[in-house]
């Protein structure tokens, strides 16, 4: 994928664009506003990493700007630690997702990728498909090689997030993020408990497993390869 | 001092007030003089018809007899009557005046000459009747008026002034205090307050206003030193305990115990960066500017919203936590916040009330208050120590050993203090029971008042 990065702090920005390459993705890198303002006006990206706090051009103005000239381009903000209104606003501005500074790399990877709209993602599909196990979204029902698996609520809203994200990484706090709305982080394993739950019922009994732990950044739901 | 406002009003209303006095004054003067020359008039005709009645009656010799008699009369008109061939009869006779009204000079018995006012009408025959007034006795009227209103213009300069110098002294000393309670402050000195005289008057209630402003400014500024405190004692410990990690990692062999050893290195800083999170995020709420975001929010859908997040993990555990209460409480609050006081609430109960405890959310409306509640059946927290577990970094000595960092609770209170509810701790025999109070949440869509 391409990416650009809009990120003032040299050191931080190379960092970033160090493991992202890594990846497999190509990166650009704009070390101030305004140059991000083009890039982004200019070029077609994949994601762009926006750093909220830049010299200059503000974060959120840029956002704004490309944003009001019809660039749909998904948008990941990264904050400063502790900005608590932050998020609201930069989601108000065009952001797609936000991350609070200092992250894990594995963490920024699985949003870079979650945000990414290549491959298409299913988001409109009502009938979403992994391999033998099949989720009906408007029957809210979910069959495994056509046997019926009965779910809780939010079991339902774990597994549909996690087939809507098939193929990726997807992390504890974004799990936190879309199935609960906590946008902070509880000391309980509340995210594996609920995972380990699901799991019993989509992957218990099948010599196939379909949701895999990615040590050290989140899970993943994947079909046979 | 003159350059004050307040003396400025005060010359401006004395100014004001010596206007309308010259105003009135002129006004009364005027329609004064009218009511009298039109009362003068009056007079003067009615007596002249009379006396003109008379004269068709009873003849020119009833006349004269007439003026003859009233011209005797102590404070009476003067009177004249001119017959064909020269003065008859009265002071005003032989004087010339002309037919109608005229202002004529009489002398009098002392030599001094009189203006007198007449109306001389002519009679048939010949004769001609004068009856008139001296003018001086309307003018002295006048001037008595006049007189008056000079005293009551002096007055109210005299009083204008006194009163605007001392009105003016007294807002200035006042104005010159607080100027001199601020300069204080600017210079360092904040428990300085400006002087309230208790007189419930808008000066009073603007210095009022004033102090509050500044309790809560030096009330987030303690609230800042602390947090510098808080940060510089506790962070110094994990941040001492991460560098030994650090400075051990040089001296180990292999790469699978230098792994090992980054491992921990990245947990320290986690937990590290978390304290801070917490430090910020508690400051960030004690500093109320959360509250211009409030919106509606149900507790009762948030508490089962946590409680069904956290069932499972104490299941597993061997504990019970469920939701009772009402479908709906709507209150007025930060819908993130609350949700993360709800958790470390939750959180809080399920760590420390141990292996097989059961503990219960609970939210409910009772008239205009809202509550929300949660109840452990732990081994509680000892009565002395109830209002200090909302403080930063403190833990009770048995809970030393489990993890935690002392922040949670102090979190909750914050954010109890940013939504004006109030924190009950209660012994649930067996256990503790924290209960928070939202007060007058009457529609939901009223904010909540300003602590």
Redesign the interface.
Known sequence: MKLLIVEDDADGAAYLAKALCAAGHTVDHAPAGREGLMLAAGEAYDVIVLDRMLPQLDGLAILRTIRASGVKTPVLLLTA??G??DR?EGLEAGGDDYL?K?FAMAELLARVNALARRPPPQEQATLLEIADLRLDRLARSVTRGGARIDLQP?EFQLLEFLMRHAGRVVTRTMLLENI???????????VE??MS?LRAKVDRGHVQELIHTVRGAGYCLRGPD | MFRSTSARFATLYTAAFAFSVLLLGAITLWTTHNALAHQFDRRVRAESQALVQEYRTEGIEDVLQAVRERERTKGALFYGLDGPRGSLAGRLSGLGAASGWSTIRMKEADGDVERVRVLATPLPTGYRLIVGDAVKRNEAIEATVLEGFCWAFIGVVVLGIFGGYRFSRDVHRRFANMTAAADAIIQGDFNRRIPVLGSGDDLDRLAGVFNRTLDRISSLMDSLRQVSNDIAHDLRTPLTRLRQRLEATRNMGTPAEQEAAIEGALRDVDAI??T??AL??IA?VESG??RA?FRTVDLAALSR?VV???A??AE?AGQALRFEGDDAVAITGD??LL??ML?NLV?NA??HAGPRARVVVQASRTGDDAAVSVTDDGPGVPEAERTRIFDRFYRLERSRST??DGL?LALVGAIARLHGATIELTDAQPGLRVALRFPNVTDGSTPAKSV
């Not at chain 1, 609960?180 to 509340?190: A, G, Q, R, V």
């Open positions: 630690l502790g608590i209104d609201v609070v200092p939010r609960w709305d906590f946008h902070f982080d509880p000391k309980t394993n509340i408990t609920h739950r | 960066l978390d801070f999170s910020l995020r960030q500017a959360r975001a919203t069904d997040a956290f499972p993990s597993d819908r993130e949700t993360q958790v959180e399920l760590r993890p935690g949670g």
